[in-house]
């Protein structure tokens, strides 16, 4: 027999910065885990009717879909370059990108390195899943040495195809960078600390501290051809060896924000 539970009673429910639209999201991804960070994020800190997220091409390419907040769309790779627009336009605005590893780190590097050499006053949200997602699981800048996708069957060939980017290693060494880190949603601790670091990315810009980024490592257990759960082990198995977490740039002005 089924209990409903009466409202006054709940403690888990749709934040209310997100719109009541169904997920395209694969069963088992943690895109839908980084979105929910981010809504009770914005919630929290009082900003939802202040905010524009950027959607990228890709798995998350219906981002605007699920936020009940200002959103705009832009071409592949591009959404640091309309960040960057939108922000000086609405310096009052909180504005962030919310990328994956293939529209960041292959087609928008060069978007990515100069609005943190910029040093933009915007927020990034980087999801690594080490894998492109939406076409069909090829090789991504991102994919770990022998990882095996559907353009490279037989693993990833370091010597023909070079080595993984590790993003958040580069950009917090561009001299604009504030805030860098790097988290995982494989497991309930670590959500709980990618959420603090999504909260002093946002008080970073907010503050007019200058470009924050928050890597997420996430699992695509679709494309990686395992289960959900098998999926969160995979990440603390290889991913985190390859992509060690961490704060890789805190500026001293940023310091007192940490939660």
């Given amino acids: 027999m089924v209990t409903l539970v009466k409202p006054e009673n709940m403690v888990f429910s749709r934040p209310q910065a997100f719109t009541e639209t169904s997920t395209h999201y694969c069963p088992g991804c943690t895109h839908g885990t980084a979105h929910r960070l981010i809504a009770e994020t914005l919630m929290e800190m009082n900003i939802v009717d202040r905010t524009i997220g950027v959607a990228p091409v890709g798995c998350s390419v219906f981002a605007y879909n699920y936020f009940d907040t200002d959103f705009v769309e832009a071409a592949h790779g591009r ?17 962030f990108t919310y990328q994956g ?6 087609i928008g590097m060069a978007e990515i390195m100069h609005a943190a050499g ?3 006053n915007i927020t990034v949200i980087f999801l690594n899943n080490a894998i492109y997602g939406m076409t069909g699981g090829q090789m991504a800048p991102t994919t770990l040495p022998g990882q095996r996708t559907t353009s490279s069957p037989n693993g990833r060939d370091v010597e023909l195809s070079g080595f993984p980017l590790r993003m958040s290693e580069m950009i917090a060494k561009m001299d604009g960078a504030s805030y860098v880190v790097r988290r995982s949603l494989h497991d309930p601790a670590n959500i709980r ?25 996430s699992t695509c257990p679709t494309n990686w051809g395992i289960n959900p759960v098998d999926s969160c082990q995979w990440v603390e198995d290889h991913m985190i060896p390859v992509y060690p977490l961490g704060d890789y740039k805190i500026s001293l002005s940023v310091g007192d924000l940490r939660l």
Wanted: proline share 4%.
């Fill in 79 to 95: 959404a640091p370059a309309m960040a960057t627009g939108i922000k000086r336009v609405l310096p009052d605005r909180c504005v």
């Fill in 101 to 106: 590893d293939g529209d960041l780190a292959s």
């Fill in 118 to 120: 910029r040093g933009e």
């Fill in 193 to 217: 600390k990618a959420k603090k670091a999504i909260r002093t990315a946002f008080e970073t810009q907010m503050r007019g501290l200058g470009f924050s980024m928050v890597e997420l490592l």
